[in-house]
C-alpha cells in the first residue's frame, strides 16, 4: 500500500490522500483549498492522477475542504461511487450546490464590477456540476466493514465533529490505516463524542488545534458578553458561522444565553443563510449522533428568524442596531456575511464574532490579526466594528484531546502521519506523539508518497 499527500499537508484545507494498492486507487477526501492565494490556485491545477483511473472515494465528513472538489473530480472523469455515512451524504446534498452556486454568483459578480484579473472569471464548478456528482453517492452504516474493490475494505466509525463526520479505517494489501477525519471534542456541548480508534498498522491524524489547549469555557459565556456589549452600544453583532456545525453551536448558545437571561429575550437573532437552515433541520434525523433532546432541538431550530431571499438579506442591510446577524461563510471568504462586513465594519458600535479556526491568507484571519481595512468587492472596507475571536467554540479536539483520542487505540501503530494542520500545530502534534507515547511519527510534505510495509508475520520453526 502507497500513500501520496495531495491536500491537507501543510495547511488546514484542501484534504486529500491517495491510496494506492497495486493497481487500484482510492482517494480518501477530496476537498478544496482555502485561503492563501498559492493553495486557492491549486484548486485550479492539473491533478497528479487521472480521475477516470481513480476506483472510489472515501468521504470523513462534509466541511467543503474535505468534500468541495468532487463535483470539479467528476467533471473531469471520475466515474466511482463516493463511499461515506447517511448524515454526510445528507450535508453534501445541501453544501456542495450552495459552493457552485456561490462560485456562479461570485464570478457573475466580478465580471459586472471589473474587478477579476481574469477575463472573463469563471467558476472552479457549477450547480450542475455539484447536482452532477450526488448521484455517486454510496452511504454505510457505522462499524460495518464496506469491501471498496477485491483486496481493500473500509470501515467508518464516528469522530464527533458534525453530523455524519467519521475516522475511516482502510485496510488491504496485509496493511492498515485509520485516517482520523476531522475529530470532534469528547464533551461537546451538542455532538457525542469520538468513538476509540480501532487498532491500525498506521495513523493519519488532524493537527487543527494540535498545539494549542482549548479553555474550559465552551464560548457560550465569552458570545454572551460580546452580545451584550453590542446590544448596550445599539450595535450589530456580524458572526460569521460555518453552515454545518458552528451555526447550529451558535444557535443553541444564543437559544442558552436567552433562556438564562444573559441577554435580552427580545434581541432580534437573523441566521442569514438558507443553508445553515436545513443543516439544522437535519438535527431531527439523525438524533443518534447528538445528545440533544427534541425539546432541545426544537428550541435550536427556532433561536433565529431565517432569512432566505437574496432580497431579504439585503434588506438586513438596511435595518438598524441591536441585533444578531448569523451568515457563511466561517473564514469571511465567501457568502452571506461579506455583505454584511461590507456594510457594518466601519461602524465601531458594532461588532465583527469569527467563531472558529481562521486559515492563513483568508478575510477572517485578516480581520482576527488586527487588519485596518479588508478588500471585499473591489473595495478596501475599514474595520472599526470591535472584533472577538471565539476559537474556543471549537468542534476540533485540541492536542491534548487529540493525544488521548489516539492512546485508546489498542496498541500503537507502527508510524503516525500528522496532517491536516499548519506547520507549527502540525510540527508541535508530532513532538508530542515521539515525546510523551513514544510513538514514531512525522509531518508528511505536500505530494510526498510513502510505501507502507505490511506487518511482519512471525516466523514458523
Known amino acids: 500500500m502507497k500513500l501520496t499527500f495531495l491536500g491537507g499537508a501543510g495547511t488546514v484545507t484542501g484534504s486529500r490522500t491517495l491510496v494506492e494498492n497495486g493497481r487500484r486507487a482510492v482517494l480518501v477526501d477530496c476537498g478544496l483549498f482555502q485561503g492563501f492565494k498559492v493553495l486557492r490556485e491549486r484548486n485550479r491545477a492539473p491533478l497528479p492522477f487521472t480521475p477516470a483511473d481513480l476506483d472510489a472515494v472515501v468521504l470523513t465528513h462534509a466541511h467543503l475542504d474535505h468534500s468541495g472538489y468532487l463535483p470539479l473530480l467528476v467533471r473531469n472523469g471520475f466515474r466511482g461511487p463516493i463511499h461515506c455515512t447517511s448524515g454526510t451524504a445528507d450535508l453534501c446534498n445541501i453544501l456542495l450546490p450552495d459552493s457552485g452556486a456561490i462560485q456562479e454568483e461570485d464570478a457573475k459578480r466580478a465580471n459586472r464590477r471589473g474587478y477579476s484579473r481574469h477575463n472573463p472569471a469563471e467558476p472552479l464548478y457549477t450547480r450542475n456540476d455539484a447536482d452532477a456528482c450526488l448521484g455517486q453517492f454510496v452511504t454505510h452504516d457505522f462499524g460495518t466493514a ?147 433532546t427534541k425539546a432541545e432541538s426544537e428550541a435550536m431550530c427556532s433561536a433565529a428568524t431565517i432569512i432566505n431571499t437574496l432580497d431579504e438579506s439585503k434588506a438586513l442591510n438596511r435595518r438598524n442596531g441591536p441585533m444578531v446577524v ?76 487529540l493525544l488521548a483520542w489516539a492512546k485508546r487505540s489498542p496498541k500503537p501503530p507502527r508510524e503516525v502521519f500528522v496532517n491536516h494542520g499548519e506547520p507549527a500545530a502540525a510540527d508541535t502534534l508530532r513532538a508530542r506523539f515521539k515525546r510523551e507515547l513514544g510513538w514514531n511519527a512525522r509531518v508528511p510534505d505536500h505530494l510526498q508518497s510513502i510505501d507502507l510495509t505490511p506487518p511482519k508475520s512471525p516466523r514458523r520453526r
Not at 475494505?153 to 463526520?165: E, K, N, R
Open 146 to 292: 464496506v469491501r471498496l474493490f477485491q483486496g481493500m475494505d473500509v470501515t467508518f466509525t464516528p469522530a464527533g465533529h458534525i453530523l455524519g463526520a467519521s475516522s475511516a479505517l482502510i485496510a488491504g494489501g496485509g496493511t492498515s490505516v485509520l485516517f482520523s477525519g476531522d475529530l470532534g471534542r469528547p464533551r461537546d456541548d451538542i455532538l457525542k463524542p469520538p468513538a476509540p480508534p480501532p487498532q491500525a498498522d498506521y495513523l493519519v491524524i488532524e493537527s487543527t488545534y494540535g498545539d494549542r489547549t482549548h479553555p474550559p469555557d465552551t464560548g457560550i459565556e465569552q458570545l454572551g458578553q460580546a452580545i451584550a456589549r453590542a446590544t448596550a452600544r445599539g450595535g450589530i453583532v456580524m458572526i460569521a458561522s460555518f453552515a454545518v456545525g458552528r451555526a447550529q453551536s451558535l444557535l443553541y448558545a444564543i437559544h442558552c444565553l436567552k433562556r438564562d437571561g444573559r441577554i435580552p429575550a427580545s434581541l432580534p437573532v437573523f441566521l442569514n443563510s438558507p443553508m445553515a437552515r436545513d443543516v439544522t433541520r437535519l438535527y431531527h434525523q439523525h438524533r443518534s449522533e447528538h445528545r440533544l
Open 326 to 401: 448569523i451568515a457563511g461563510s466561517g473564514m469571511a471568504t465567501g457568502g452571506r456575511i461579506i455583505h454584511h462586513i461590507h456594510e457594518w465594519a466601519d461602524d465601531p458600535r458594532n461588532t465583527i464574532v469569527l467563531a472558529g479556526f481562521q486559515a492563513g491568507g483568508t478575510r477572517g484571519a485578516l480581520i482576527r490579526d488586527g487588519a485596518k481595512s479588508v478588500r471585499m468587492f473591489g473595495d478596501d472596507v475599514p474595520i472599526k466594528a470591535e472584533v472577538v475571536n471565539l476559537d474556543t467554540l471549537s468542534a476540533h479536539a485540541d492536542g491534548n484531546e
